[in-house]
């Protein structure tokens, strides 16, 4: 039985699982979107945000830490230099998985997981989404004002 054991062990040893994890979330700082597997990117969300997280507050024991996971200067360096940037402003919620359907060799799920504040089409969409057009009644506006007299003095019926 697996009684709360909540994370994914993808099949791997700690060690080996470690090092995938770190390895990915390198890629994904680096160049912002990854392609992977559906359960990878899901493992590697649990891993990624909480040290993207840690980016928004740029303190020596900060980079310390992300840098004892990471192991990669360059990427703490983007971390905390630009991603930091956009993300401050942001409660959490850094990665998007988008799912692009089952691979040919062996049927796996796959998907791209991406920074949020990079995706240019996502963020130009959204832009253009945001202008809304005020709601305007049915009724034109002169054509009313120009039958109001007329529909004032109704003519009654006749009955003969």
Partial sequence: MRHNKKFNHLGRTHSHRAAL??????????HKRIFTTLAKAK??????EPLINRAKEDTTANR???FSHLQNKEAVTELFRE???KISDRPGGYTRILKTGNRL???AKTCFIELV???ENMLKEKGAAKKSRTRRSRKSTSAPAAEAPAAEAPEAPTAE
């Fill in 21 to 30: 994890l770190a390895n990915m979330t390198i890629s994904l700082i680096m």
């Fill in 43 to 48: 493992a590697l969300r649990v891993y990624a």
């Fill in 64 to 66: 310390r830490l992300v």
């Fill in 83 to 85: 991603i930091s940037q």
């Fill in 105 to 107: 060799g062996d049927n």
């Fill in 117 to 119: 504040d990079y995706n």
